[in-house]
Each structure stands twice: as C-alpha cells, then as structure tokens.
C-alpha cells in the first residue's frame, strides 16, 4: 500500500485517540484554569498568611514535571489506597499542572487591571466579593483570553504524556499501529502533523481573538 493509503486505514484509530486527547484537554483545563484563578487571588492577597503558601503551592506544582505527577497519580495513589484509570490520572494530573502554570497568567491579568477602577468601586462601597465579580475579573479575564487560548495547546500536547501512563491517546494509538506494521516513521509523521494542524488552528483562533479583544 501507499503510504496514503496507509494513512487512511489508520485514520479511525488515531481519530480515536485523537478524540481522546481532546477530552482530557478540555476536562484538564476545566479544572485547571478555575484552580489557576482561585491561586491567582491567593498569590496576590495582602494577607501574607495566605499569599506565601499560595506562592509556595504554585512553585511547587511549577516545579514539579508533568511526568512525574502522572506518575504519583497512576502508580503512587493506590498505595495510599486510591485507584485511578488513567484516564483520571492524566486529567488530574494535567489539570493541576495547568492551574499552577494558568494561576501566573491570571495574576499577570488582575494586576493589569487600572487601580483607578478598584478604587472607584471601593469608593462605591462595594465589598470584596462584588468588587472581584463586577471589576476586576471581568477586565482580567479578558486581558488574558488570549494568552490562555494559546496555553491549551500546551495542555493538548501535554496529553502524548498519557502513553506513560497507559493512556489511549493519540500517541498511544499511534505506537500500537507502529508495534503491529513496523511503519513507525509513517505514523509518527501523521500523529505530528494532527498535532501541527490542531496548533495551526488555535494560533489562527488566537490572533482572531486577540485582534477583537484589542479594538
């Protein structure tokens, strides 16, 4: 066969994997980018009891490679008696990773906010809450729309690390068609370029979003 017709024979599997990839992304980051607001306002309180651990806790989930808090979560858990597929693993693991990377673009965006605004609505007396709710996160989420957009493809990428661990991922479909026709070269060619394609898009996406968000 030609290497197109190879591909084509291989396009339901890795569309699987594919598919695969997408849903640990998308619940990654739902529970990444709320966890990545939640230690923005930590990190940026004036309460020094709650900024340092906060700090701290982002540090360490920054510090620590993805790989391995995959690892924690599939093989070190059950020892402490908690059993993840891997499915739960990888969009726990990659969720935490992403609100430590996401909580510094969202600090970056509440700083950016006018202090003429906070102390507008201070002066409106409005209370903390009000104030986080009609002011600031409103102007902070949409400094950093951009930024986040292009950090899903991070997170998208991220998931090939769910081979490690098992996952039946894009990558890991790809290995298994590699393992039964020896073509490794074909199909890691193919998964790169489904790997290109969906950055391809998101970059456009950005630039879109970016462009309209600046008017």
């Known amino acids: 066969m030609t290497i197109v017709q190879d591909w084509v024979a291989w396009a339901p599997q890795l569309l699987e994997g594919l598919r695969t990839s997408l849903l640990v992304t998308l619940l990654s980051l739902l529970i990444g980018l709320p966890l990545g607001l939640a230690l923005a306002f930590g990190a940026s309180s004036h309460n020094p009891l709650v900024r340092y651990p906060v700090i701290a806790l982002v540090e360490l989930g920054r510090g620590i490679p993805l790989l391995v808090l995959l690892y ?10 908690l059993v993840l597929s891997s ?11 992403t609100g430590a990377y996401t909580s510094e673009i969202f600090r970056a965006g509440l700083l950016s906010v006018p202090r003429g605004h906070i102390e507008a609505a201070q002066s409106l007396g409005l209370t903390v809450r ?37 996952l039946p991922e894009l990558l890991n479909r790809a290995y298994q068609i590699g393992s039964v026709t020896f073509q490794y070269l074909s199909v890691f060619v193919l998964v790169g370029l489904f790997y290109a394609v969906i950055a391809i898009i998101v970059s456009r996406l950005v630039d879109t979003v970016h462009a309209r968000t600046a008017v």
Do not use: C, H, K, W
């Not at 924690?72 to 008696?81: D, H, I």
């Not at 499915?87 to 990773?97: D, E, K, T």
């Open 87 to 97: 499915f739960a693993a990888a969009v726990l693991g990659i969720g935490i990773n």
């Open 72 to 81: 924690v979560m599939y093989f070190g858990l059950p020892s402490a008696g």
């Open 130 to 166: 009000d104030e986080a709710r009609f002011i600031v996160v409103p102007q902070a989420v949409r400094a950093v729309v951009p930024p986040l957009i292009s950090y899903s493809v991070i997170v998208f990428q991220a998931t090939s690390l769910g081979y490690a661990i098992s």
